[in-house]
């Protein structure tokens, strides 16, 4: 039977601790390796982690690596030091019930050309609703169109689905892949990270496939109620992200599309940030990111 690692990243997480130990009981029995990649989080946290998690391999770090660096430390550590021929990407808001993580590894393994799988993903406080169920990555910019957003499960969706795109904090996929299609993008951070390697994933030949069989539940667990507003860092590496993805796998008509769509949300996402929010400092960053992207980030190819 084909071995299977969990991969979590950790960075003070405090505030969502609880939750985290919760979502791992539902799953911990059926996987073959935990490991955390421990985003150097103050030594209070750290040490909540070592006697919570105490058969975990734990890769502690001295900064905090982002998503892309990060998943890349686990991804190594499973390719060099372990048999596990699938990947599980789990953070710590996402819940999937008991025995959700066997259901997508007998999916998973169905098919020689199956790449990647996900559940459904739900809205927090166990919802029935939809926030996505995988998604279309648009050719023109590269940016994702979710299927069946803000629609309730039911037996009418489609129990799979052959996607582009699905949830980067829940999905598995086949350890191997990595090799043919490369690891996460390390100068993209985050942000825009998982449409990146799903993208690469899908010129190597394999499917991507969202299912209803069992569902995952994106809490979202924020600090306060400011917390649910785009953070700083969502902000920057939203738009500077976007012009990077599209430098990266598209030409010059996707480059000038990309240019006049940017134009219409920079406008409409000022308005919001100063009527709304009063936050100029987003304002700031989003028009940094937008510069950075077109103009200083170079292309290496993978």
Request: proline share 2%.
């Amino acid at each position: 039977m084909a071995k299977l690692a969990a991969i979590t990243t950790s960075h003070n997480e405090d505030y969502q601790f609880n939750n985290w130990l919760t979502h791992y009981e539902a799953y911990k029995d059926e996987i073959d390796y935990h490991i955390i990649v421990e985003n150097n989080s103050n030594e209070l946290y750290r040490e909540k982690i070592r006697e919570n998690f105490p058969n975990a391999i734990i890769l502690w770090q001295n900064e905090d690596l982002g998503v892309a660096r990060g998943f890349n430390e686990g991804i190594r550590y499973v390719m060099e030091h372990t048999d596990a021929e699938l990947i599980l990407f789990m953070m710590q808001d996402m819940y999937i019930p008991k025995g959700g993580v066997t259901i997508l590894k007998d999916l998973l393994l169905a098919s020689d050309k199956t790449g990647v799988v996900a559940a459904v993903n739900l809205y927090e406080n166990r919802s029935n609703i939809i926030r996505e169920h995988g998604g279309n990555i648009n050719k023109k910019d590269f940016t994702v169109d979710k299927f069946f957003k803000d629609v309730p499960l039911s037996k009418e969706i489609p129990e799979d689905l052959q996607v582009d795109f699905v949830c980067g904090g829940n999905y598995m996929m086949k350890t191997k892949i990595f090799k043919e299609a490369g690891l996460y993008d390390e100068r993209i951070f985050m942000y825009g990270d998982e449409s990146d390697l799903f993208i690469r994933v899908k010129k190597a030949g394999y499917d991507i496939i969202s299912t209803t069989r069992t569902q995952c539940w994106h809490e979202h667990i924020y600090l306060s109620a400011a917390a649910r507003l785009p953070s700083n860092h969502a902000v920057y590496y939203t738009a500077r992200n976007y012009f990077y993805l599209i430098k990266k796998h598209g030409n010059g008509a996707n480059f000038r599309y990309g240019l006049f769509k940017s134009a219409k949300v920079a406008a409409r996402n000022i308005a919001r940030f100063f009527v709304y929010e009063k936050n100029f400092v987003k304002i700031n960053l989003m028009m940094k990111g937008y510069y950075n992207g077109i103009f200083l980030m170079n292309l290496k190819k993978d």
